[in-house]
């Protein structure tokens, strides 16, 4: 055949001519967005008022003593930091098996929690409520004496030491702990003390036993002594049991919900947003996570701020509503009208 062909095909479909400028292309990821609101910080409180002790499995993250974080809260809060997560970490305090320290007036986040309500007023603040980091045993319910949880008396305790944050200045209850039952024994005990409706509970609904915890035991010195997790935190591939759990924490009254870790677990997290639509949805971008992204950046197999904003990106448009992630502070640098890309 002479004098070429003539090819012409009509896509069915246009898709480029939605994406052809920024503008056009932000269209499409509005509701996605990260900012501020979307983000909380957590942060981790020793007993020493004083003290700055660095992390070396969490590069750029560091306990805090009260005084100090004060100074490291200041800039986050004047960048528009707007929620934070408190862990406390114990030191000379004695670990026992009914987490005495857990809610005595020594413990680091009970004696946190006024003095951040008076400095940040418009800060939001949760406390994670776990036995782990103050017991003995390292568990995070109370232990029978074959080393098995005791469900009924951990309601009990973990519900005492939610009421003790919630009478000490928390404005969120965030029980993490994964027992049966205990954002129904919170919530009661909240009410009984006149502080339903000013405190919220937001339950780690969907916690996986994973392997991406690794840095925060170190951070939390938090390790279990003996055993595992895996008979209270989910299996990794328990996504069924997943919409359960959260179906049972809804049930109980269960104010927010969480997916815990973040981007192994997208799937969970949509899943869960799907079925409460509801409930503001939040996801943990966890230690381990956190130390990944970090490494690979820092190994040069990609740059930090892009691949960041893309896997953040990829949690919202998952279903998270808020990103509880080590990132906060830098990612509010970079929202910084100076520094928009
Ligand atoms: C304590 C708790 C853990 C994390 C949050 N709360 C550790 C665990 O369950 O082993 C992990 C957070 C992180 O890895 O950043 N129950």
Redesign the pocket.
């Known amino acids: 055949m002479t004098g070429g062909t003539s090819f012409s095909v009509e896509p069915k479909h246009f898709l480029q001519s939605g994406i052809f400028n920024q503008t056009l292309r932000d269209w499409h990821g509005l509701n996605y967005e990260i900012s501020a609101k979307n983000l909380m910080y957590?942060v981790f409180i020793v007993e020493d008022d004083n003290a700055v002790q660095p992390i070396s499995s969490m590069p750029g993250i560091s306990r805090f003593g009260i005084n100090k974080l004060k100074e490291h809260l200041q800039i986050a809060v004047e960048n528009g930091l707007s929620s934070v997560l408190l862990?406390g970490v114990i030191d000379s305090l004695t670990k026992d098996d009914n987490a005495s320290n857990a809610d005595s007036k020594m413990n680091p986040v009970i004696r946190a929690l006024p003095k951040l309500r008076t400095w940040f007023p418009n800060l939001t603040i949760a406390c994670?409520v776990?036995l782990?980091p103050y017991s003995s045993h390292g568990h995070?319910g109370i232990l029978r004496q074959d080393g098995t949880i005791e469900n009924s008396a951990s309601l009990e305790r973990i519900s005492d030491v939610a009421l003790a944050y919630a009478m000490a200045g928390a404005h969120i209850i965030a029980p993490?702990?994964m027992m049966d039952g205990r954002i129904g024994a919170i919530k009661a005990k909240l009410i009984k003390n006149d502080l339903g409706n000013k405190v919220a509970v937001l339950s780690y609904a969907a916690?996986f036993a994973s392997n991406?915890?690794g840095?925060?035991?170190d951070a939390?010195k938090?390790k279990p002594a003996f055993g595992d997790?895996k008979r209270y935190?989910l299996p990794p591939a328990g996504a069924g049991l997943a919409l359960r759990a959260a179906q049972r924490d809804v049930d109980e009254g269960a104010d927010m919900l969480m997916v815990k870790p973040g981007t192994a677990y997208a799937d969970v997290l949509r899943r869960i947003k799907d079925a409460h639509p509801d409930r503001p949805m939040f996801v943990?971008q966890?230690?381990?996570e956190y130390a990944m992204i970090l490494a690979g950046a820092k190994a040069g197999a990609f740059k930090l701020r892009p691949v960041l904003m893309e896997m953040l990106g990829g949690l919202r448009r998952a279903g998270a509503d808020v990103i509880i992630t080590y990132f906060t502070p830098l990612i509010l640098e970079w929202l910084k009208p100076k520094n928009k890309l």
Do not use: A, I
């Open positions: 957590p862990f994670d776990c782990c995070c993490s702990d916690k991406f915890y840095p925060f035991r939390g938090s997790r935190q943990y966890v230690s381990g």
